[in-house]
């Protein structure tokens, strides 16, 4: 039977190799349209979580990822010889930076080498992991040809990035549109028959696996540099007494010509502040310089000395030296109402805080405790109790679950960096 059948009556098993944040809900989503996937981890954590049906994901639901299991369509192992059971493999590994912001492939490559010499004729392979242009073409496919296939004959390769946005209540991996990039045209066919049944959203071809490659760089570089935009008009309304809060809201009512971004402590997340490096660390192959990419990257990741310099001077109002004061950092995940610490904001104010020798204290009710990559230091959140203990408290993330109106009634000083007091009026908050 060849593999389109396979696809439109099922009865083809899929691999997704890495279970973390992307490779879990895709596999979670795969098992739940009625195919058996088995999930290659090196994790012996997430192999067990995975086989006992205990979710440790925020974007799965606990209850499909034990229906699955329960049902036989969902297991995980480190056994890579199982890849013969396989004809559709779904890559999801992480693609970090290394030391000097360039990228670290070394997962798409361990994974590739690992599996090459189990695959069956007539088996489809797509990266789903974010990273450079030319990954595919130039990692994946000849790992594949060492092991003797032939790919758009005998196996078929193609880039669909993935699309995951942590907390979105609204989108998640089912019905998310899917873009997919084929290194021959029997390779798109088969991948977009495959996401369309597992998909309830549209797939969109493009005309090569570079081309999709791009496009997710793009979409983060796009958002990362309209972060920038905003941080830079926060320093310099700042400087003029103006609010750029109320600068953005003004700004959105136009119906046309504007997107709302807004300034922060730091751009976290494994996408954003990432991503853009994968492209300027390319375009050095074509003697290319990104200067508006790099440039936007710098000013972002100024943003945490600039929050610790607002607080310097609003305990300098106080007559308190940041050496001497007690501080609240609130909120340490990436984004609102997540548990994803994925380079987060509040590594870096940490990293100005210590330089200044400051004693603070962190409270986030997602985040029991934290690994501070950096300083290699663990952190652990405290309770909200004797908010006046405090000289200054410092809003980082903006979790929906804080009673914001009980913590500006405290009387302490709050430098608020995401705007979460936007609805109380009080002489002790300072917005960015």
């Known amino acids: 039977m060849s593999l389109l059948n396979s696809i439109k009556n099922k009865s083809v098993k899929i691999g997704v190799v890495g279970l973390g944040y992307v490779g879990l809900p ?54 890579y010889s199982r890849m013969k059971e396989v004809n559709i493999v779904l890559i999801a590994v992480p693609t970090p930076l290394d030391l000097y912001h360039q ?45 003797g296939l032939v790919v758009g004959e005998n196996v078929y390769v193609a880039f669909s990035p993935e699309r995951v946005d942590p907390g979105n209540e609204t989108y998640k991996t089912h019905n998310t549109p899917k873009v997919v990039g084929g290194i021959t045209a029997k390779c798109n066919e088969i991948a977009k028959l495959f996401y369309e049944s597992v998909l309830d959203a549209p797939v969109f071809l493009v005309s090569s696996p570079e081309v999709a490659e791009m496009e997710k760089i793009y979409e983060n570089t796009f958002r990362n540099i309209n972060i920038a935009l905003a941080n830079e008009m926060t320093v310099l309304c700042n400087r003029m007494g103006i609010s750029i809060w109320e600068v953005v809201d003004a700004a959105k009512t136009k ?64 007559g308190v030296a940041i050496s001497r004061a007690k501080m609240l950092l609130l909120g340490a995940a990436y984004k609102r109402d997540i548990q994803d610490m994925r380079e987060s904001p509040i590594e870096g104010v940490i990293t100005q805080l210590e330089h200044y020798e400051a004693d603070f204290e962190i409270h986030d009710p997602f985040v029991p405790q934290f690994h501070h990559e950096k300083n290699g230091k663990t952190y652990k959140t405290v309770s909200l109790g004797n908010l006046k203990k405090y000289d200054l408290i410092i809003v980082i993330t903006d979790h929906s679950n804080v ?13 608020d960096t995401r705007n979460a007091f936007k609805n109380i009026k009080a002489d002790n908050i300072e917005l960015l």
């Not at 996408?271 to 000013?299: M, N, Q, S, V």
């Not at 943003?303 to 310099?309: A, I, K, L, T």
């Not at 009980?406 to 009387?411: F, H, L």
Request: negative net charge; hydrophobic residues 40%.
């Open 26 to 79: 895709m596999a979670v989503t795969v098992a739940k349209k009625g195919y058996e996937v088995i999930g290659f981890e090196v994790s012996q954590y997430a192999i067990e979580h995975v086989n006992a049906g205990k979710n440790y994901i925020g974007d799965v639901t606990d209850q499909d990822l034990i229906d699955v299991v329960k049902a036989g369509k969902l297991c995980a192992t480190n056994d």
């Open 255 to 318: 119906p046309y010509g504007f997107m709302a971004f807004y300034p922060g402590p730091g751009v976290g997340g494994h996408c954003i502040p990432i991503d853009p490096f994968y492209l300027t660390w390319k375009a050095r192959e074509f003697d290319f310089h990104t200067r508006l990419i790099e440039l936007a990257g710098e000013i972002n990741i100024a943003m945490p000395e600039f929050v610790v310099q607002r607080a310097i001077r609003i305990l300098n109002k106080q």
């Open 103 to 147: 990228p670290d492939t070394t997962f798409i490559e361990a994974s590739t080498r690992s599996m090459a010499n189990h695959l069956q004729h007539d088996t489809l392979i797509v990266l789903e992991s974010t990273t450079y242009p030319g990954t595919t073409r130039e990692i994946i496919v000849p790992e594949l040809e060492k092991a």
């Open 403 to 415: 009673d914001y109106a009980k913590i500006a009634d405290c009387g302490v000083a709050i430098l």
